[in-house]
């Protein structure tokens, strides 16, 4: 016995003659059996290959054992009269009658190992009358696939189109994909050819998938080569296909590119959708071009598209980060007369915004309006608004959103106490700090030693007596504190 290695794939001959009209898609004799994949295995470990355990061979799974048994009795090459064969042969007849494509195709796609499921596809492929079906092949071609077993996958994809097996644009769109998972654009555009070659004219979702996996590879100037011959291919370009490619553009800081591109498409015909629009301001705002920006959006909305949150979160950002505050609250307060309800991410970008150019007390105010645009506050909203009071020293109002918080359920972070404990320690509110101090106690949240020294510290300056009760009542409540590292 020999063990040969065709196209990835591993393939045993048996010692015996083998007829001029055996089919077979690797060199295996009709004897193959359990040994022989055994033997098979082994030699191929040995040769450092892929498979690791076969522990298959010990327990068959289910229908391999009848495919292997229906094999050491389909023998084309070798037609013995011998008595054995006879009496086997309505045996034949109903293992012919349970090996079905379907049955096949739900073996071969719940093995994980590629080369078995290509050793279990051989097996069935040299049944008399056997057919695959086209579920089979394009579940296999996948797994070698995604097993990088490319060449054995080139060379079913060629016997698929050896046999007639007819065929979809959507084998090709997954072998693509394929070859864009492991880094081969160059393979994927060779898929693409290949599709035309097989004699299918592909449309622009096919493209488009070609598309992505090029930009994804950092290959734009290929990707527009390629656009530009689109014509030669019979593809007419979607809004998708553009979208693609102005995206590109943006991302590489190429506006006028991706300008070009926008304007092109209204001369073909294509009409721009809200994604289009909103990968230009996208770029525009990533160029901090908010102005330009502000301009397509009106353009947007004169043409009846509404953008979602995620579009408005984009300018409300810009703008923010530009210091334009005003523009920005103006744009939040007028979403929801322009059909799109501000969502708590918008509202909080707006927040952050005031509370970083010290607005915290206006920031308030966006808070309190959240409930009526459809939105409630979350723990990000108050933490935000809390710190950027205690930072502005309205330590009152922050005491004040911070009890809030608490009552809608959420937890402040340590820092936010320690931010306002400290803070009403400096204003000399001691009791005030005393009663955060509970409050945070009663949220079994332990200070920081920091916060436990500003507290202490101060309260030593006015009261030591004061100092020493306190630290006894937090001593009863099992919080643990060394007076000493007080100082």
């Known amino acids: 016995m ?15 003659t083998r007829s001029s009209n055996q089919r077979s898609f690797c060199t295996v004799s009709p004897l193959f059996h ?21 522990s298959w061979i010990t327990k068959p799974l ?45 073996l071969i796609a719940r093995q994980t190992d590629a080369l078995l499921a290509m050793e279990i596809f051989e097996v069935a492929y040299r049944q ?107 593809i007419t370009p979607n809004t998708r296909t553009y979208n693609i490619l102005i995206r590109a553009h943006c991302h590489s800081d190429k506006l006028s590119h991706a300008y070009f591109l926008f304007n092109k498409m209204h001369k073909q015909g294509c009409i721009p959708d809200v994604e289009t629009y909103s990968i230009l301001m996208q770029g525009l705002c990533r160029k901090s071009q908010v102005k330009t920006a502000l301009g397509v959006l009106d353009e947007m909305l004169n043409k009846g598209y509404v953008p979602d949150a995620l579009t408005y979160n984009t300018l409300l950002n810009s703008l923010c980060r530009k210091m334009k505050l005003r523009e920005a609250y103006k744009l ?85 106490y320690h931010l306002l404990i400290t803070g009403l320690c400096n204003e000399g509110k001691v009791g005030e700090a005393c009663e955060v101090l509970m409050i945070m106690t009663r949220q079994t949240l332990a200070p920081h030693e920091s916060t436990w020294s500003a507290l202490v510290t101060r309260i030593c300056e006015d009261s030591q007596a004061e100092a020493r009760g306190l630290v006894d009542k937090l001593s009863k409540d099992d919080w643990r504190y060394s007076w000493e590292s007080a100082g």
């Open 128 to 234: 008399p009358g056997f057919k695959h079906s086209y579920s089979t092949y394009h579940t296999l071609i996948c797994k070698l696939g995604r097993a990088k077993q490319f060449k054995a996958m080139e060379g079913l994809i060629l016997q698929m189109r050896k046999d007639g097996c007819p065929y979809t644009p959507g084998l090709f769109v997954d072998i693509i994909e394929i070859y864009g998972e492991f880094g081969m654009p160059n393979e994927a555009i060779k898929a693409f050819h290949q599709m035309l070659e097989f004699g299918y004219e592909p449309l622009a979702k096919h493209f488009n998938v070609l598309l992505i996996v090029l930009i994804e590879h950092k290959c734009l100037e290929t990707a527009l080569s390629l656009f530009k011959r689109l014509h030669e291919f019979g």
């Open 332 to 416: 939040l307060s007028k979403m929801k007369v322009m059909g799109c309800n501000p969502d708590v991410i918008n509202c909080n970008t707006v927040i952050t915004g005031f509370c970083r150019e010290g607005k915290a007390l206006d920031a308030c105010q966006i808070l309190r309006d959240m409930p009526e645009n459809g939105c409630l506050p979350n723990a990000l909203s108050y933490r935000t608004l809390v710190g950027g009071l205690c930072n502005e020293g309205k330590f009152d109002e922050a005491k004040e959103f911070l009890e809030e918080m608490i009552s809608n359920g959420f937890i402040p972070h340590i820092s936010i």
């Open 2 to 16: 020999r063990v040969c290695e065709r196209g990835g794939l591993i393939s045993s001959t048996i010692s015996g």
């Open 34 to 54: 359990h040994i022989a994949i055994a033997s098979s295995i082994d030699t191929f470990m040995n040769k450092g290959g892929l498979l690791r355990e076969p």
């Open 62 to 106: 289910p229908f391999l054992s009848t495919l292997l048994k229906f094999s050491s009795y389909s023998s084309r090459g070798d037609h013995s009269s011998d008595s054995s064969s006879i009496s086997h042969s309505s045996n034949n007849q109903n293992q012919s009658r349970m090996l079905t494509p379907a049955r096949v195709h739900k």
